[in-house]
T-cell receptor, first 115, second 109 residues
Framework: DAGITQSPRYKITETGRQVTLMCHQT?????MFWYRQDLGHGLRLIYY???????DKGEVPDGYVVSRSKTENFPLTLESATRSQTSVYFC??????????????FGPGTRLTVL | DAKTTQPPSMDCAEGRAANLPCNHS???????VYWYRQIHSQGPQYIIH???NNETNEMASLIITEDRKSSTLILPHATLRDTAVYYC??????????FGGGTRLMVKP
């Protein structure tokens, strides 16, 4: 399917476990992003990537690791999950394009619960 | 990036225009105004953006004041499907879109 997909859509894990959230886009967009959204709040940027093998920290990167070996995939790993990382995680992508065109396309989200 | 101020919630009657205000008094000359919305449990969706001039697309209109310190997103004929949280974001075309609390728009029959 064309677009941006995330897996799993729902995940329950325990404190201290490693969890990887997957994000895949079919548009060959250069940029990809990971956000988290806590209940009742706006989105906060965790990490982003400008191209394969190029990643950079966002507003709240602590406790997360990203990689981007292929343009279409941008996995997010919680190396040792904590309860404070319980959240909804959104992946997004955008093309390079004109600088003003900051239209990001968002995936459906992954709801993560850390017990 | 400049900060924005939006009312936390608004109601609108179905079929009427929904006017969502946003204050961005510290916006700088090279910053754009972007609007996104988030329908319950879904990822945010881009609506429209502008720099100085008013903009219109198939979804909405964006009115930016001459001093650029505030803007209004207009949904000309709101439907129940427009019920969502609307985010006003100012950004200099960089990568850090900062989502604040937004305005929760409730369209009522």
């Amino acid at each position: 399917d064309a677009g941006i997909t995330q897996s799993p859509r729902y995940k329950i894990t325990e404190t201290g476990r490693q969890v990887t959230l997957m994000c895949h886009q079919t548009w060959s967009h250069s940029y990809m992003f990971w956000y988290r959204q806590d209940l009742g709040h706006g989105l906060r940027l965790i990490y982003y990537s400008a191209a394969a093998d190029i990643t950079d920290k966002g507003e709240v990167p602590d406790g997360y690791v990203v990689s981007r070996s292929k343009t279409e995939n941008f996995p997010l790993t919680l190396e040792s999950a904590t309860r404070s990382q319980t959240s909804v995680y959104f992946c997004a992508s955008r093309d390079t394009g004109s600088g003003e065109w900051n239209e990001q396309f968002f995936g459906p989200g992954t709801r993560l619960t850390v017990l | 990036d400049a900060k924005t101020t939006q009312p936390p919630s608004m109601d609108c009657a179905e079929g009427r225009a929904a006017n969502l205000p946003c204050n961005h008094s510290t916006i700088s000359g090279n910053e754009y105004v972007y609007w996104y919305r988030q329908i319950h449990s879904q990822g945010p969706q881009y609506i429209i953006h502008g720099l100085k001039n008013n903009e219109t697309n198939e979804m909405a209109s964006l009115i930016i004041t001459e001093d650029r310190k505030s803007s209004t997103l207009i949904l000309p004929h709101a439907t129940l499907r427009d019920t969502a949280v609307y985010y006003c974001i100012v950004n200099n075309a960089g990568n850090m879109l900062t989502f604040g609390g937004g305005t929760r728009l409730m369209v009522k029959p």
